[in-house]
């Protein structure tokens, strides 16, 4: 049984963003060919280096205005990719590359307040995802972050 969805952000989110070039806070929209990894929030896959076109924008993965509610730099591709639709695991291009993609889970409870937070490291980030929502009820849904850069990856629901 699946315990958990993956939440990417969607080509019908970016396909506005894209075309007034100013992110949801105002600031312009910077393309650039990719210098790292990233992985690009829509797609889920890593950018090819020196190969794909990427656009860094800020955004806010929260619906609510309070202390938790953190801003920050995402990237997704310039041109239009498929949303990620393997909503039952974890994007495995990202699960594989611990050396690039190193992860952190985040948890919030129905407030939007942080309750949770783990290194993934060298777990199995699918069974620790299945553990947290078995063992702590608290947490409405998590999200997946760069352990080093701190920025957001994804969404991660009940399922």
């Not at 995402?74 to 050396?99: G, L, S």
């Not at 190193?102 to 783990?118: A, C, D, P, R, W």
Request: overall charge neutral; aromatic content about 10%.
């Amino acid at each position: 049984m699946d315990k958990f969805r993956i939440v990417p952000l969607t080509k019908e989110w970016a396909q506005p963003l894209r075309l007034r070039m100013k992110d949801n806070f105002g600031h312009n929209i910077t393309r650039a060919l990719a210098t790292g990894r990233g992985p690009c929030r829509i797609s889920l896959k890593p950018f090819r280096l020196g190969i794909d076109q990427r656009l860094l924008l800020s955004h806010s993965p929260f619906e609510i205005e309070n202390a938790f509610n953190q801003p920050g730099p995402i990237f997704i591709h310039a041109e239009e990719v498929e949303t990620y639709t393997d909503i039952h695991r974890f994007p495995p291009e990202i699960k594989a590359d611990r050396i690039h993609f190193q992860l952190t889970l985040i948890g919030y409870n129905t407030k939007q307040e942080m309750v949770f937070s783990k290194l993934v490291g060298e777990k199995d980030i699918d069974e620790l995802i299945q553990q947290v929502f078995d063992t702590r009820a608290e947490i409405e849904y998590l999200h997946a972050r760069s352990a080093e850069a701190c920025c957001y990856i994804c969404k991660i629901v009940r399922a």
